[in-house]
C-alpha cells in the first residue's frame, strides 16, 4: 500500500487530523503537537512498560523542545494492566487537575482508557503508539469493562497518532502476532457486513468498505516479516489496524473492522479466558475467532441454504430465549448484557421466515461473492501461524469442547448480525458443528469438509 490510501482516508475522517508512521517518529511527537495542538501543555499516561518503551524519551523530546507536561500518570506494569472503568475514573480525576492535553503512550489498554477520560472530560487528545497489537489506535469508540462486561463506549478518536517504527519493532514478542490476528479478522468482519448488506439488515458504507477491502491483502499478505520483525511488513501492519481505525470513523460504526470472530474474543473475555495463568491479548483470541467464524462461513458456502432443517414453528419466544442465555455460565450482569442484545435482533416466527426466503434468494449471488472474498479457514490458518499467531483452541486456553459451545453463545455478546445468526436462523449451526468438529472436520484434525 502507498501514503495515498492513508491520506484518503485522513480526508474523511471525523475526528483524525494526522498520523505519522515512520522510524524515529517519536521525534515529531512536538511538531504534531504544535500542529494539531498549538502550544498547549500535555498529561502524559503510559504504564511502567510503555513508558520504559517511549515514555521517558518522549517526555526527554517535549521537554527539549519547551512544551510543558502538567501531569503524568503512570500505571504498574504489573499485573497486565485491563480496560476497567475504573481506572477511567482514575484518570479523569488525575488529568482533570490540569488543563493539559491528554496524551497516551500505549497501545490498546492505554489507549483505550486514555480516550474515554479524554472523552469524559471534554478535550481532544493524541496517542503516541508503542506496539502493533490492535486496530483501536483511530477507532472512535473504547471497549471497556464494566462490572464484568465488555461494552463499547462511542467517543472521539485521537487527534493525532504517532508511531514510531523502531518502538514498535522493540515490542515484547507475541504484540505483532496479536495485531497480524486482529486484522486478518477482517475479512470475516466484512463478510459479516455484506451478508447483512444482502438481507437488508445494515447497508455498507462505501468509503469504508473500499478503503479496507482494497488494504487489507497486501496489509496481511507478509506474515513472515510480520513475525521476523521486518520495517516493511511491520509498517503495511500498522498502516492496515490504523486504516481499520479510520474506516470506523468514517463509518460511525465498527462494521468495517468487528463481525463474529469479535464476538467469539468478546465472550471470552466476558467469560475470563486465560492460559497459563495469563490473560489471553486480544489479536490473539481474534485470530481463533476468525477461524471458528470462516470455517462456519466456508462450510454454509458449500452446503447451500436449499432444504432448511429447521421448522420455523419451533423458533423459540423471547422468554424460552431469556432462558437459554441464564443457563449459560455467564454471570448475573453478563446475561442481563446478553438477554438485551439478543432481544434486540431476535424475530418472530412470521419475520423468520420472511428472513429465511430473503437469505435463499439471495446466497447464490452472495455465497459466490464471499467465497471470492474470504480465503478458506486453512489459507486463514496457514497465515496465522506464519505470523507465530496460535491456532488451535488448546494454544489459548480453551477446550474444542467449550469453542464448540462458543458458537452458540458468542451471538448472544452483541446484537449485530452476522454467519452466526444465520447459521441459527437457518437451522443449520447444529449440523454444522457436527461437520467441524468431527474426526475429518476443521477442528478435528482434518479437512474443512
Known amino acids: ?9 485522513l480526508a474523511k475522517a471525523k475526528d483524525t487530523r494526522e498520523v ?25 499516561v503510559a504504564d511502567a512498560n510503555t513508558y520504559a518503551a517511549a515514555g521517558e524519551a518522549l517526555a526527554q523530546h517535549l521537554e527539549a523542545a519547551g512544551r510543558r507536561v502538567v501531569v503524568m500518570h503512570v500505571f504498574p506494569g504489573t499485573p497486565r494492566l485491563h480496560p476497567d472503568i475504573e481506572h477511567v475514573d482514575r484518570l479523569v480525576q488525575t488529568l ?5 492535553v491528554p496524551l497516551a503512550i500505549g497501545s490498546g489498554v492505554i489507549n483505550d482508557l486514555t480516550k474515554l477520560a479524554a472523552h469524559r472530560l471534554d478535550r481532544p487528545y493524541a496517542v503516541v503508539g508503542t506496539a502493533a497489537s490492535m486496530d483501536g489506535y483511530t477507532a472512535y469508540a473504547s471497549a471497556i469493562t464494566h462490572n464484568g462486561v465488555k461494552k463499547v463506549d462511542p467517543c472521539p478518536a485521537p487527534r493525532a497518532l ?20 486482529d486484522l486478518l479478522g477482517k475479512y470475516t468482519a466484512l463478510s459479516d457486513w455484506r451478508i447483512a448488506h444482502a438481507l437488508g439488515i445494515e447497508s455498507i458504507e462505501p468509503i469504508s468498505w473500499g478503503l479496507m477491502e482494497q488494504g487489507l491483502g497486501p496489509w496481511t499478505g507478509n506474515p513472515e516479516g510480520v513475525r521476523a520483525g521486518e520495517p516493511a511488513a511491520l509498517r503495511d501492519l500498522v498502516e492496515g489496524l490504523v486504516i481499520a481505525g479510520l474506516a470506523m470513523q468514517i463509518s460511525s460504526s465498527t462494521r468495517a473492522a468487528s463481525g463474529s470472530e469479535h464476538l467469539f474474543s468478546h465472550l471470552w473475555e466476558m467469560q475470563g479466558l486465560t492460559h497459563g495463568g495469563e490473560s489471553v491479548p486480544h489479536g490473539i483470541q481474534v485470530g481463533i475467532g476468525t477461524l471458528a467464524s470462516s470455517s462456519l462461513l466456508h462450510w454454509l458456502i458449500r452446503r447451500g441454504l436449499d432444504d432448511l432443517p429447521l421448522d420455523p414453528q419451533a423458533w423459540p419466544t423471547p422468554s424460552q430465549l431469556e432462558a ?14 446478553a438477554v438485551r442484545e ?4 431476535h424475530l418472530s416466527q412470521q419475520q423468520l421466515m420472511d428472513r429465511r426466503q430473503g437469505a435463499k434468494r439471495a446466497w447464490p449471488e452472495l455465497s459466490q461473492s464471499l467465497s471470492g472474498w474470504c480465503p478458506a479457514p486453512e489459507v486463514l490458518r496457514g497465515k496465522l501461524a506464519a505470523a507465530g499467531c496460535p491456532t488451535t483452541p488448546a494454544q489459548i486456553g480453551l477446550s474444542s469442547l467449550r469453542l464448540r459451545d462458543s458458537y452458540a453463545l458468542a451471538r448472544h455478546v452483541r446484537s449485530r448480525y452476522t454467519v452466526l445468526d444465520l447459521a441459527v436462523e437457518t437451522g443449520l449451526l447444529e449440523p454444522a458443528l457436527g461437520s467441524l468438529f468431527s474426526g475429518q472436520g476443521f477442528w478435528g484434525g482434518g479437512s474443512a469438509a
Open 342 to 345: 439478543s432481544l434486540a435482533k
Open 20 to 44: 505519522v508512521i515512520d522510524s524515529g517518529a517519536l521525534h515529531q511527537t512536538d511538531a504534531v503537537l504544535e500542529r494539531c495542538f498549538g502550544d498547549q501543555a500535555v498529561g502524559l
Open 96 to 100: 482533570g487537575s490540569s488543563d493539559g
Open 1 to 9: 500500500m502507498t501514503q495515498a490510501a492513508l491520506t484518503q482516508a
Open 324 to 337: 437459554e442465555i441464564r443457563r449459560s455460565d455467564l454471570g448475573p450482569a453478563q446475561a442481563d448484557h
Open 162 to 181: 504517532i508511531a514510531d517504527l523502531d518502538v514498535i519493532a522493540a515490542a515484547p514478542p507475541g504484540m505483532s502476532a496479536a495485531g497480524y490476528g
